[in-house]
């Protein structure tokens, strides 16, 4: 099968051309209809300043490990801070990756409910003596993946044939993006770098250094290489966009496993709604209803299954449970992912 990842050049959109931003909103609903990942270009973010994050990355890994160890997420019970390899599991496998997760940095709630909120609060940061500069960094290059996001967003709006800043209203007050900063050594034999997946939120960008794979699933179920592309970010569509465009964008599956000899550093960016977003469907045309209810591909495209019903059987990409508020499936992300500090913290919610 003939299976290649669009590049979409986002010059027109950035350039404010009106007539060329349109031709180049047809060309994105196309690629998320049918394919769910493509590259950016000309994306706006500056390469000396991607190529200088991505250093600060590979220098917070070589941290000694006891630096690292006093941020260890199982000290947060917002799920955020750094994590040693074999931490995280996905589809009850675990991943061989390290990482660090950030999200937006506000205080904890004392008394949260509904019960999600408790996923508000603080990041844990490296100490600015031992790695100078990468607080500032990290909270930099996660505005400009912010910003880009809403732009990205926007398009997406225009695709659907709705107003411009539809999706992004949707998204309320307080969105809840998070970054993740990621090192996978060589994937063990028979291992993963991180398994089969759907992203669990809305959008997702993705900063790759020059070592490949990643890889994405095609409709007949074959795998094929997400290999960096100079200069650009990987966009993927995540389930609740998935979910509220009623099946008319997917969510591809995708992994990683590294097999290139050498060491792979990477940044996802996720960006989701408020927590409290209700998931209504959006106002799509008739026409693109019908497309989705003429294709069985389209119909039949299912979400991430949860602990429970992993544990009654249920396969990993056909979830039951349609959530109706975004935090619900904020939450259940984190707590299908790390059990043992959901367990430590909240005891009787972690299903």
Known sequence: MNYKIPIIDLEPWLAGDRHRRLELCQQLREVCHKVGFFYVINHGIPQPVSDSYLALIKDFFALPASIKADIDKQRSPQFRGWEQLGS?????????????????????IADPDPYYMALVGPNQWPPEASLPGFRNTVSDYFSRLSGLSRQILRMMSLALGLDELHIEQVFGENPSPYLKLIRYPQTLEGGQGVGVHKDSGFL????????????????????????????????????????VTQNYFIATPHRVINKAGGERYSSAFFYSPDLNTILEPLPLGSDLVDQVRASKRHRSEGLMASRSEMAAG????????????????????WVRSYPDIARKFYPGLTD
């Open 204 to 243: 997702t960008l993705l900063l790759q250094d020059e070592s490949p794979g990643l890889e994405a699933q095609a409709n007949d179920d074959s795998w094929h290489p997400v290999d960096p592309v100079p200069g650009s970010l990987v966009v993927n569509t995540g389930e609740l966009l998935q979910l």
């Open 88 to 108: 995280e599991l996905t589809n009850n496998e675990i991943d061989y990756r390290e990482q660090i997760d950030i999200g937006v940095e506000r205080d904890a």
């Open 314 to 333: 249920i396969g990993g990409m056909a979830s039951r449970v349609r959530p109706d508020v975004f935090g619900e499936k904020y939450w259940q992300r």
